[in-house]
């Protein structure tokens, strides 16, 4: 990989069909941006439409020429995520970048319309099933990639299948942590899939580092404990610009050099700040078992199979 890879370092797009989830605000809609500016056509995969109109004004008034579409899409409801592909597949004929970006963080105990953990179900299985539907496409696009996104939360995660988190031992920041190991494996699992299926596609995960966004945000509008205020606050204060935390993303969808199942993160101390560098998750995260019963519970939950 080359140092201190920039925006400058990401080929050309013109061509591609980028399809990203949460395209609206934060990491996606910087990540809009940059592929705006690279001449993808973007689907901007949003679960607010009015919010995703204001997002493309915003980047239209940048790049007027650029071709950025909306779908609906909400990760915490599986028909919503079936819908959004059913749209996709009936409106292109190729698929080239799937940036699973979309997500939530350390939120109350909550499920989703399919009585999935919040976390898991937004931050994960929504993006399980979307790949799975959209597979055909996926297939039919030579060089395909999927990139999902990680957290340096991974390193907290546990994924306990048979013990998914509950009302009464809820930790919300375990929760958070399990979504983003699940979300990191699904990279890594994807790709070993595609090789094993002679599949011309790759799959990457990736982590921005700390990036300003509305995550922490949103959290510290919630927040009632000091200490959690304070360490929010703290991490907000050593965050990147969004700008510099979808490099990591962008090296895994458009390097040449990235190869299927690399995990990318950021190279600072502690993965906080930096440029993209190859990182490794825990050992969970390469652990068969759990592998093949995460893939078997997504299967079972989604109803999706590929
Ligand atoms: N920022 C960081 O430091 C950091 C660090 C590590 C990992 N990440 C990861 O980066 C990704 C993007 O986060 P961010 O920092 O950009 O946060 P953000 O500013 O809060 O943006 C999150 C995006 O996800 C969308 N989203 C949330 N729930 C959704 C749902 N049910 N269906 C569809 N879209 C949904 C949001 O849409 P609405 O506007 O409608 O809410 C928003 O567009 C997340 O996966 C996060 O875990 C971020």
Same mark, same amino acid.
Request: proline share 4%.
């Given at each position: ?17 980028? &399809?990203?989830?949460? !395209? ?6 910087? &990540? ?16 607010? $439409? ?15 020429? !650029? ?7 909400? +990760? ?8 959004? !592909?059913?749209?996709?597949? #009936?409106?292109?004929?190729? +698929? ?15 499920? #989703? ?10 931050? *994960? ?11 055909? %496409? ?10 999902t ?6 390193? %907290? ?16 920041? +375990?929760?958070?942590?399990?979504? @983003? +190991?699940?979300i990191?494996m699904l990279g %890594?699992m994807l ?10 596609? @790759? ?14 945000? #949103?959290?510290?509008?919630?927040? @009632? ?6 360490? $929010?606050?703290?991490?907000? $204060? ?24 690399? *995990? ?29 019963? &995460? ?5 079972? &939950? ?5």
């Open positions: 990989m080359k140092k201190n890879w920039t925006l400058d370092d990401m080929p050309d797009q013109a061509g591609k069909i980028v &399809l990203i989830t949460g !395209a609206n605000d934060g990491l996606g809609f910087h &990540l809009t941006k940059a592929f705006a500016q690279k001449q993808a056509q973007v689907i901007m995969a949003c679960r607010n $439409l009015e919010k995703a109109e204001k997002a493309r004004h915003e980047v239209l008034k940048l790049y007027p020429e !650029a071709s950025l579409d909306i779908v609906k899409l909400d +990760l915490g409801d599986l028909q919503s995520v079936k819908a959004c !592909a059913e749209t996709v597949l #009936t409106h292109y004929d190729r +698929l080239d970048i799937i940036m699973c970006n979309g997500g939530i963080m350390a939120v109350p105990y909550g499920k #989703t319309k399919d009585n999935i953990e919040l976390h898991m179900g937004v931050n *994960y299985y929504g993006h399980f099933a979307l790949i799975g539907h959209l597979m055909p %496409l996926i297939k039919k696009t030579p060089g395909a990639r999927v990139v996104t990680s957290s340096a939360a991974e390193k %907290l995660g546990r994924l306990d299948l048979a013990h998914p988190p509950r009302a009464e031992n809820y930790n919300r920041w +375990l929760a958070y942590g399990d979504s @983003k +190991l699940a990191l %890594l790709d070993e899939k595609f090789k094993a299926a002679g599949i011309n596609a @790759k799959a990457l995960s990736a982590h921005p580092g700390f990036a300003k966004t509305n995550l922490r945000k #949103t959290r510290l509008e919630t927040e @009632k404990n000091l200490w959690q205020r304070f360490q $929010l606050r703290f991490y907000e $204060l050593i965050s990147m610009p969004a700008e510099r935390g979808i490099l990591p993303l962008l090296y895994a969808a458009t390097d040449p050099s990235a190869k299927g199942g690399m *995990y990318i993160a950021v190279s600072g101390i502690g993965e906080i700040q930096g440029h993209p560098k190859v990182s490794k998750a825990q050992k969970r995260a390469y652990d068969p078992h759990l592998r093949k019963s &995460l893939w078997e519970k997504s299967e079972e &939950l989604t109803n999706v199979t590929f």
